[in-house]
């Protein structure tokens, strides 16, 4: 918490030291500005959407298998203490380490695999966030913004809906990406 106040403060005082710096520009002529936000982009363009939802559908796999192994060592365990009073010290052991090897592997298993979906969900956020990045250095140079901040991050808490890009981000993005299909 405090270090997201302190990361939000500081994000502000960039801001201002970076429109401080343009200031003299202004009074020359007038400094291009523009927003972008980044977050409703990537929320919103095809190539996000499709990213969630494979995101969505690999998590649910995971779930689905980590459930399966809960399901067998449980089972596992309900036998264990049913049959505790029938069965002789050497099977009860057997049954106890066959439990225990099961509920490593579910560990070894959900650590693995956390582990690859986190970074293949960097990996592709990666790409998208790149790619549009690239949509907005064009516009960039089309249009000669001289500024331009990322609404989700920036902390802006005022401008004018004319600045704001975001839109025409998502549309040259996904048209993007159909062309590359």
């Given at each position: 918490?405090?270090?997201?106040?302190?990361?939000?403060?500081?994000?502000?005082?960039m801001?201002l030291?970076?429109?401080?710096?343009?200031?003299?520009?202004?009074?020359?002529?007038?400094?291009?500005?523009?927003?972008?936000?980044?977050?409703?982009?990537?929320?919103?363009?095809?190539?996000g959407?499709?990213a969630?939802?494979?995101?969505q559908?690999?998590?649910?796999?995971?779930?689905?298998?980590?459930?399966?192994?809960?399901?067998?060592?449980?089972?596992?365990k309900?036998?264990?203490?049913?049959?505790?009073?029938t069965?002789?010290?050497?099977?009860?052991?057997?049954?106890?380490?066959?439990?225990?090897?099961?509920e490593a592997?579910?560990?070894?298993?959900?650590?693995?695999?956390?582990?690859?979906?986190?970074?293949?969900?960097?990996?592709l956020?990666?790409?998208?966030?790149?790619?549009?990045?690239?949509?907005?250095?064009?516009?960039?140079?089309?249009?000669?913004?001289?500024?331009?901040?990322?609404?989700?991050?920036?902390?802006?808490?005022?401008?004018k809906p004319?600045?704001?890009?975001?839109?025409?981000?998502?549309?040259r993005?996904d048209?993007?990406?159909?062309?590359?299909?």
């Amino acid at each position: 918490m405090k270090n997201s106040r302190f990361f939000r403060n500081l994000t502000l005082i960039m801001m201002l030291i970076v429109v401080s710096a343009w200031l003299p520009a202004r009074a020359l002529g007038q400094v291009k500005v523009a927003i972008v936000n980044s977050q409703k982009a990537f929320d919103q363009s095809l190539e996000g959407k499709k990213a969630v939802a494979i995101l969505q559908e690999r998590e649910e796999l995971l779930k689905a298998e980590l459930k399966k192994m809960d399901e067998a060592i449980k089972a596992l365990k309900q036998k264990l203490d049913s049959q505790s009073l029938t069965l002789n010290p050497e099977a009860r052991k057997e049954l106890q380490q066959e439990i225990d090897r099961k509920e490593a592997d579910r560990q070894k298993y959900e650590q693995e695999n956390s582990r690859n979906f986190e970074q293949f969900k960097s990996q592709l956020i990666k790409r998208i966030r790149e790619e549009m990045l690239a949509v907005i250095d064009e516009l960039i140079r089309e249009r000669g913004f001289e500024l331009v901040f990322d609404l989700s991050t920036s902390g802006l808490i005022h401008y004018k809906p004319e600045l704001d890009i975001t839109d025409e981000v998502i549309k040259r993005y996904d048209a993007g990406r159909t062309g590359k299909r």
